[in-house]
Each structure stands twice: as C-alpha cells, then as structure tokens.
C-alpha cells in the first residue's frame, strides 16, 4: 500500500485500536491472576474494559474501511461485472458516507448536551460524561472522509492497491 499522510493516518488507527487491546489484555490477565492468587487486584480493571472496547472498535472501523477488511460480500463482487461493481461499491461508499456524517453530527450533538449539563460519570474514575464521546465524531469523520475518497477513486484494483 502506497505510504501517504492519509495511509499513515489510518494505519495509525489500527496500530492504536490493536494497542487498546492489547493494553486491555494485560491488565485484565493481571486483575484474573490477582484475585486467584491473592495479589492485590485493580478495581477499575473492569471499567477500563468498558471504555476500551468501544475505544478500540471506534479507532478500529475507518482503518477497516481503508483496507476494505470490513464486512462485504466477496461473492457478489465476483459475480457482477465490473461495471454494475463499480456502481454498488460507489453507491456503498455515498451510503457510508451519508450514515458516517449523520453519526458524526449525533454525537457532536450529545458531546454540547453532555457539556453544558455538565453530567459526570462517577464509578472507579470520575470524569465528565462527554470525554466518553470525544473519539466517536473524530472517527465517524475519518470513516466519513474515507468513504468520500472512496466514491470519488471507485473500486480499487485487484492486488488492493489504495
């Protein structure tokens, strides 16, 4: 894959989503051996897990969408010719678009409420409420500019060149 600022953004998307997992792994295994050995267990382990999960599937979905690893029936591809495929893949690309912006906007729209009633969340960490959100429009934008990259280049290649 060619190596530009935008590829190097969404890899960085990825390298990031898989790093929250894999922090989450660690201290999930160490609160596991803790409360079986008697070592001292971590409280919070759970709700780090919680944000984390979310964390990573948001971080995780404009990297999949660049690499066209997200969820697609490669079947169809094959059995439509190249032209009514480049019709569906252009048309799958304005609807993700479309879906991408509106998400983006939502959460915006729950980031300024959030923020103004200034609700927290009180559990192990206590934070304000909208820091939860902050990644979801940032993400949702990168899928919605991918999505926008993608309708304008069409189908990529075969050997998925970007």
């Known amino acids: ?7 190097r953004l969404m890899q960085a998307c990825g390298v990031a989503a898989a790093l929250t997992i894999g922090v989450m792994v660690v ?3 160490y609160d596991v051996l803790a409360r079986n ?9 759970a709700e780090l897990s919680e944000y984390g999960l979310a964390l990573a599937t948001l971080l995780a979905a404009p990297w999949l969408l660049w690499t066209e690893q997200h969820v697609r029936l490669d ?38 409420d959030l923020r103004q009633s200034g609700a927290l ?3 192990s960490f206590t934070f304000p409420e909208w820091w939860v959100y902050v990644p979801a429009p940032l993400c949702f934008g ?16 075969k050997d998925g060149t970007p």
């Open 37 to 45: 050995t008697g070592l001292p267990a971590m409280a919070w382990v």
């Open 75 to 112: 079947l169809l591809q094959m059995s439509l010719s190249a032209r009514a495929w480049a019709r569906l893949y252009r048309a799958a690309a304005l609807l993700c678009l479309l879906i991408s912006a509106t998400l983006a906007w939502v959460t915006l729209a729950v980031i300024a």
């Open 1 to 7: 894959m060619r190596s530009t600022a935008w590829g």
């Open 121 to 123: 969340i009180m559990k």
């Open 27 to 29: 201290f999930v295994g």
């Open 142 to 157: 990168l899928m919605m500019l991918e999505s926008a990259r993608q309708l304008r280049a069409g189908p990529r290649p």
